[in-house]
């Protein structure tokens, strides 16, 4: 089974630019998380999905950040427009419900963001 | 809310031999996950070990087990025969217990960097 999978691995724009993060997940899990990972504060969840539908976007910064979930397999985390501030790395991540392993949480490999 | 605390910035171990790294947390419920994640400098978060606080036994996955003790709120990781590939940053953390659903968050420890000396 592929694993979750981010786009771009890298990413470096300007401020004031619109920049949009992708993830896939890993197919049958119905939950979606989107995390930031910064020196200051570590690893702070930003929004997670089930089923394609936002339950907590308590943790997104504010209103330049977006995210969607158009179907199962398909997320999109927006940042417009982007500041220094938010050079990270940005991790999404899946689980599941059902069968082995549930409610254990499966990472991909990040997206480093640098907004120069 | 939870809290995750991972006392130890940074350690140490040789080749081969064991070492434990500790993290504690801070909760008022019964039920909940604990895990343990490897950050190696792919930064891959990848998952090492899962304990499920209603199970007395300790988890145990091929050299790396944890010592449970929910009394204590205490959820150290043994990482035995240390392999050079084992360095990496190591992150505790907890995920409350919502009855059959994984839509809890997951609160992050501050992490332990683990250097491993050939």
């Known amino acids: 089974d592929a694993g979750v999978i981010q786009s771009p691995r890298h990413e470096v724009t300007e401020m004031g630019q619109e920049v949009t993060l992708r993830c896939k997940p890993i197919s049958g899990h119905d939950y979606l998380f989107w995390y930031r990972q910064t020196m200051m504060r570590g690893l702070e969840l930003l929004i997670y999905?089930?089923?394609?539908?936002?339950?907590?976007d308590s943790g997104m910064p504010e209103d330049r950040f977006s995210a969607k979930m158009p179907n199962a397999s398909f997320s999109t985390l927006k940042i417009q427009p982007s500041e220094p501030r938010d050079s990270a790395v940005y991790f999404c991540?899946?689980?599941?419900?059902?069968?082995?392993?549930?409610?254990?949480?499966?990472f991909g490999p990040g997206t480093r963001l640098t907004v120069l | 809310a939870q809290t995750v605390t991972q006392s130890q910035p940074e350690m140490s171990v040789q080749e081969a031999e064991t070492v434990t790294l500790s993290c504690t947390y801070d909760t008022s419920e019964s039920d909940y996950y604990l895990f343990w994640y490897k950050q190696p400098p792919s930064r891959q978060m990848i998952l090492v070990i899962r304990?499920?606080?209603?199970?007395?036994q300790n988890a145990t996955e091929n050299r790396f087990s944890v010592n449970f003790q929910k009394a204590a709120k205490s959820f150290s990781l043994k990482i035995s025969d240390s392999q050079l590939g084992d360095a990496a940053m190591y992150f505790c953390a907890y995920r409350s217990f919502v009855g059959e659903t994984s839509g809890s968050r997951l609160t992050f420890g501050e992490g332990t960097q683990l250097t491993v000396n050939p």
């Open positions: 304990q499920e606080a209603y199970k007395q």
């Open positions: 999905f089930n089923n394609n539908v936002p339950i907590d």
């Open positions: 991540a899946s689980s599941r419900t059902s069968g082995s392993n549930i409610d254990t949480q499966y």
